[in-house]
């Protein structure tokens, strides 16, 4: 149980487009998604907060116009890359809470994206 | 501030040999304390947490670890270490929103 796929599991995009990636919980109910970004051989940095049927909560730094998240059921949630660059390129990953439960994420796969 | 810290960026180990990964937190309050293992371009599993109750946790593929309070430390252990334990470790600590460690890149040798 509490499996939760990203779609897809890696893009490559020309520079200036928007990329879309979903996150899904297959089996459970999710109120709270997080989105993450990992650097090569660093930790992941957590980009925002997402619950279902309100805005999401951006960490400082995190350009909320950029990447857009949205919740709109209780198993999806969406991060939209706008025009991306270069420097979006990134591994970004998921992760869903379970409904009821604060204190386990579980993790998606990853998303490998890639912009020339 | 809430933090976690990870002091080793590698950890190597012999095929058989007993392994522990190092974390120290930094919390206010009581921590819930979690270690994920990341396979390369994977996302992170999960092995185990420490929420309340006996120190010692034990989780999944045979791993296990021990919250020490006056120390302030979750460190992770294994008493025989596997090849197919290679991998990267991240230590994280639940308070409103989940602080990473640093991550430790275990390396276990034939």
């Known amino acids: 149980g509490a499996v939760v796929s990203q779609h897809p599991s890696w893009v490559i995009c020309k520079s200036g487009t928007s990329v879309k990636i979903e996150c899904r919980s297959l089996?459970?109910?999710?109120?709270?998604m997080f989105w993450y970004r990992q650097f090569p051989k660093q930790s992941l940095m957590l980009m925002a907060t997402s619950n279902e049927g309100s805005k999401a909560t951006y960490e400082q730094g995190v350009e909320k116009d950029k990447f857009l998240i949205n919740h709109a059921s209780l198993t999806l949630s969406t991060l939209t890359v706008t025009s991306a660059h270069p420097e979006d390129s990134s591994f970004y990953i998921c992760?869903?809470?379970?409904?009821?439960?604060?204190?386990?994420?579980?993790f998606g796969p990853g998303t490998r994206l890639t912009v020339l | 501030a809430q933090s976690v810290a990870q002091p080793e960026d590698q950890v190597n180990v012999a095929e058989g040999n007993p392994l522990t990964v190092k974390c120290t937190y930094s919390v206010s309050g009581n921590p819930y304390l979690f270690w994920y293992v990341q396979y390369p371009n994977r996302g992170l599993q999960f092995l185990l947490k420490y929420i309340t109750g006996d120190n010692l946790v034990k989780g999944s593929y045979g791993f296990e670890a021990e919250f020490n309070k006056s120390q302030t430390s979750f460190h992770l252990k294994k008493p025989s270490a596997l090849v197919s334990d290679s991998a990267l470790y991240f230590c994280a600590v639940s308070f409103n929103k989940f602080y990473f460690g640093s991550g430790t890149k275990l390396n276990v040798k034939p």
């Open positions: 992760s869903a809470e379970l409904a009821g439960s604060t204190d386990t994420q579980y």
């Open positions: 089996d459970f109910q999710a109120t709270t």
